[in-house]
């Protein structure tokens, strides 16, 4: 099975604003890898997993607030 993700990061910018990044990656390493290098100053928002099984495309969502890495 194929799939494809994105991971949506929200990043905090002066006077409140936000800016969004769409990462996307094709496993589950390179998603790890993503929630490492991005995970000061900013909140994962979404994980978007889409693929086929049985010849039908499935999406799975994650929604998620701010976290970090636990020390």
């Given at each position: 099975?194929a799939l494809q993700g994105?991971?949506?990061?929200?990043?905090?910018?002066?006077?409140?604003?936000?800016?969004?990044?769409?990462?996307?990656?094709?496993?589950?390493?390179?998603?790890?890898?993503?929630?490492?290098?991005?995970?000061?100053?900013?909140?994962?928002?979404?994980?978007?997993?889409?693929?086929?099984?049985?010849?039908?495309?499935?999406?799975?969502?994650?929604?998620?607030?701010?976290?970090?890495?636990?020390?």
């Amino acid at each position: 099975m194929a799939l494809q993700g994105t991971l949506l990061v929200r990043h905090s910018l002066p006077h409140g604003a936000v800016r969004d990044e769409k990462l996307p990656f094709s496993d589950l390493q390179q998603l790890l890898d993503l929630c490492a290098a991005h995970a000061q100053g900013t909140a994962f928002v979404q994980v978007l997993v889409t693929g086929q099984v049985d010849g039908r495309k499935h999406t799975l969502v994650l929604d998620f607030g701010h976290f970090g890495r636990a020390e």
